[in-house]
């Protein structure tokens, strides 16, 4: 009996253990704050965030944040940036849309290789990062210039419509009521994950980032693991780019100018570590979510998009420095 009763004691209380570390993640507090968010709107809205055109739109839209999010947390991954996200994604888009009206390619192949365009950016980026020791930061602050440079001066001004109406219906269509733009967000997110989680190459890149030296004499290539990242990075923002041709219908050049904050809001609010070696991408998501419904507060309330801006680049700042009052912090205990 007294074997039996502690036994229990034991199990109870490592249950106990376990809740309070969930309770202790930034992942939790997340869901928190995007329930209370949910709730609030839907309250103050007289429930016209619950009908079902408005949630089938904040999810559906949903999709690309996640996406272009998810393309700054790989690099994140390794302590490093990626200023192209956004005009990459937008690039991308305009391939597979002009391969598909002036080209004449079919759908499927016009989509590969947008993909392929932002793998192979992503690749150049990784590749210059390494030979010239530059600091990503720089080397993606100038490939999005570059980028931004060919989205006008090739393409100029022109609206590519049209195209395939089977990608567009897939695009806007559903499945069992969920968006299939949104499904499509939530498979590469479970991809992004079991990469980190269970490949090899994974563990490497966020070996990499958080300690690059013990990495090393591991025998981790860290050059390997930058160039990697980067051209992940690329692919997924070539992923983001071929949904919004889904969704929209039709492309021009300014598609990709308003998600460089995106990117960078959805990693770090959700718990992404600027210095490397840490990643989330159920924080990433979450966190685009709680920025989508703050885009959802904007136009339900009318406000000002400039505030919604600031707001968002506030609550950035704020987490990068709790993240790095608790760096100190252990740092300090140890």
């Not at 034991?10 to 309770?23: M, N």
């Not at 049209?162 to 991809?191: D, E, K, R």
């Not at 136009?299 to 790095?324: E, K």
Request: contains cysteine; charged residues 10%.
């Amino acid at each position: 009996m007294t074997a039996t009763t502690s036994s229990t004691a034991t199990a109870g209380t490592a249950r106990r253990r376990r809740f309070q570390e969930v309770v202790r993640t930034s992942e939790f507090t997340l869901v928190l704050v995007a329930v209370a968010g949910f709730v609030v709107l839907a309250a103050t809205t007289h429930g016209n965030l619950l009908h079902g055109a408005t949630l089938t739109a904040v999810f559906q839209y949903l999709a690309v944040p996640i996406l272009v999010g998810l393309a700054q947390m790989v690099v994140l991954g390794v302590g490093q940036m990626n200023l192209s996200v956004g005009v990459l994604t937008g690039f991308c888009s305009m391939v597979a849309a002009w391969l598909m009206v002036q080209a004449g390619l079919p759908a499927w192949l016009a989509i590969i290789a947008g993909m392929l365009t932002g793998a192979a950016v992503g690749l150049v980026n990784g590749v210059v990062a390494v030979v010239t020791r530059i600091n990503g930061f720089i080397v993606t602050l100038a490939s999005m210039t570059i980028i931004d440079g060919l989205r006008y001066g090739v393409h100029g001004t022109a609206t590519y419509q049209g195209y395939s109406h089977g990608l567009v219906s897939l695009g806007q269509g559903s499945t069992l009521g969920v968006p299939n733009a949104f499904l499509a967000a939530v498979v590469v997110a479970a991809l992004v994950a079991v990469f980190f989680r269970r490949a090899a190459l994974g563990r490497q890149l966020l070996a990499t980032g958080g300690n690059p030296l013990s990495a090393r004499l591991s025998g981790i290539s860290n050059d390997r693991s930058i160039v990697l990242a980067h051209m992940l990075s690329g692919l997924l923002a070539g992923v983001a780019g071929v949904v919004e041709v889904a969704l929209s219908g039709s492309v021009n050049a300014s598609i990709g100018d308003d998600l460089l904050l995106p990117s960078f809001a959805a990693p770090i609010i959700g718990g992404v570590a600027l210095a490397g070696g840490v990643v989330s991408v159920v924080g990433t998501c979450l966190a685009a979510l709680i920025v989508r419904l703050v885009d959802v507060a904007q136009a339900q309330y009318s406000i000002d998009p400039s505030w919604v801006n600031l707001i968002v680049g506030a609550v950035v700042l704020g987490a990068v420095l709790l993240t790095q009052i608790r760096v100190r912090q252990r740092g300090s205990r140890r």
